[in-house]
């Protein structure tokens, strides 16, 4: 059965095509700074916004017209597999994400639960076998069942600790079965409400006894995925732990955690904790720990994360600038946690979410590749910050100087005339490399 017999196999057509239904961008072979265009992007594609989203909010039910809707249970878990391998195939999509919860149904039990999720990545391990698709990273949904309304790692309830705890020993043995890259951490409920009812030292200590099981857990069983966190501000608590990049590096930090993890940023969160997104990800790589991108875009206008696919080709260029910067994601990838508008509901729009997606990336690598090549960002820095690497500033930046040798500099010494940081002329070189092709 084609879940979608409309859609051919998406092809690369160039800028002057006007099918809808082709990259105009996105050359999964072509070479940018020795490396095809599909290693530097690595796509994935998020399981639960491409198949089991159905278009709630707040005011509306769902209305995504999706074949598979009509069956239930077993039977949708199977179905969505088949056609998540389907749309891979045509969306030229190698990777692919997941929550635990996202494959297969709860049971009556957590064994039930387990047992469903065994017949599912059986049928995935197939299908990967068959196609050649790789997982980029999987998870475990901690915070849609009731049983999380006060947390998961960071609950009041002990019992509900432990259910978190297996729910994660679990996970990680379907990442090692179906050859994980990574393995990601999300706090979803892991923050509070209200602070004068919250021990917030127990939370944290014990969200990193969790962390550190599932190191000593993966190391037992043989998974040498890199972990990752993705951190984000608030919702659907208002103060989530892992509020972002600096916040998460100091956690771990903190705790012993720092050489087993990296970080997954999303853009839409980076926006939320406001920051940009190349903040985001500058912070996590001179910190060495830049691990994977979710790639969306939220609505500046609208207060909550949207999931916008990504269309904006500033945010893109910037972040793969940061990227390139880095160099690459290491076992890391670009996961599009992004969902259709509500509007857009009929099953052809998942393609062409995805392929403005990917042009938008795919525009971004390029553009920020040729930035690189001709050091525009590197000598407009290195010339700002000149006065560092000769005199007093090599003292200061070889930590040499002290408070003595710079009191009896700054007494003999007028200061240098400051130099106009000309951020309108940077940004209109940004807009020039956009513009050429």
């Given at each position: ?5 409309t859609?051919?196999k ?16 996105y ?12 290693e ?27 074949s598979?809707?009509?069956?239930s ?42 047992r ?23 998870t ?21 600790y ?7 020993k679990k996970g ?13 951490f ?19 200590d ?5 962390f ?32 972002d ?21 999303e ?21 060495g720990?830049?691990?994977s991108?979710?790639a ?24 793969m ?47 920020a ?9 590197e ?8 006065s ?8 200061i ?38 513009l050429?092709?």
């Amino acid at each position: 059965m084609s879940y979608f017999a409309t859609v051919n196999k998406i092809e690369y057509e160039g800028r002057q095509s006007s099918n809808p239904f082709a990259f105009k961008h996105y050359r999964p072979d072509e070479i940018v700074m020795g490396k095809p265009m599909s290693e530097h992007l690595r796509f994935a594609m998020a399981y639960w916004h491409t198949l089991t989203y159905g278009g709630t909010d707040p005011f509306g039910d769902a209305l995504m017209e999706r074949s598979w809707n009509r069956l239930s249970g077993m039977d949708l878990a199977k179905a969505r597999v088949e056609a998540a391998f389907e749309f891979m195939e045509k969306a030229n999509i190698d990777y692919f994400c997941f929550h635990d919860r996202d494959i297969a149904p709860e049971g009556d039990s957590l064994r039930e639960t387990n047992r469903n999720i065994d017949v599912i990545v059986s049928m995935m391990k197939e299908y990967m076998a068959s196609t050649g698709k790789k997982l980029l990273w999987n998870t475990q949904n901690m915070f849609t069942n009731p049983r999380f309304v006060h947390g998961a790692a960071t609950t009041c309830n002990a019992d509900v600790y432990a259910y978190a705890a297996a729910q994660v020993k679990k996970g990680l043995e379907v990442g090692k079965e179906l050859g994980a890259l990574n393995y990601v951490f999300w706090g979803g409920r892991e923050g509070y409400e209200l602070l004068q009812n919250t021990d917030m030292k127990l939370e944290l200590d014990n969200m990193a006894r969790l962390f550190h099981m599932a190191i000593d857990y993966a190391k037992e069983i043989g998974f040498d995925a890199q972990f990752l966190i993705e951190p984000k501000p608030k919702e659907p608590t208002k103060h989530q732990y892992d509020f972002d990049a600096a916040t998460t590096l100091a956690f771990l930090h903190q705790y012993g955690l720092k050489e087993h993890f990296k970080l997954n940023l999303e853009a839409n969160h980076a926006t939320l904790a406001g920051h940009t997104f190349d903040h985001e990800l500058r912070v996590a790589r001179i910190n060495g720990a830049l691990g994977s991108l979710d790639a969306n875009q939220g609505d500046l206008l609208l207060g909550w994360d949207t999931d916008e696919f990504p269309t904006d080709l500033y945010t893109t260029t910037l972040a793969m600038y940061e990227v390139l910067m880095n160099g690459g994601l290491g076992r890391g990838g670009i996961n599009f946690d992004a969902k259709v508008r509500r509007g857009s509901f009929e099953a052809e729009d998942l393609f062409l979410a995805h392929i403005a997606g990917m042009d938008a990336y795919a525009k971004g690598l390029k553009t920020a590749a040729k930035l690189l090549e001709d050091r525009v960002f590197e000598d407009m820095i290195a010339n700002r910050y000149s006065s560092f690497r000769e005199g007093i500033g090599q003292d200061i930046a070889s930590g040499t100087a002290t408070l003595k040798s710079l009191e009896e500099y700054a007494l003999n010494h007028d200061i240098r005339r400051n130099v106009s940081g000309r951020q309108e002329h940077v940004k209109s070189i940004l807009n020039m490399y956009l513009l050429a092709e």
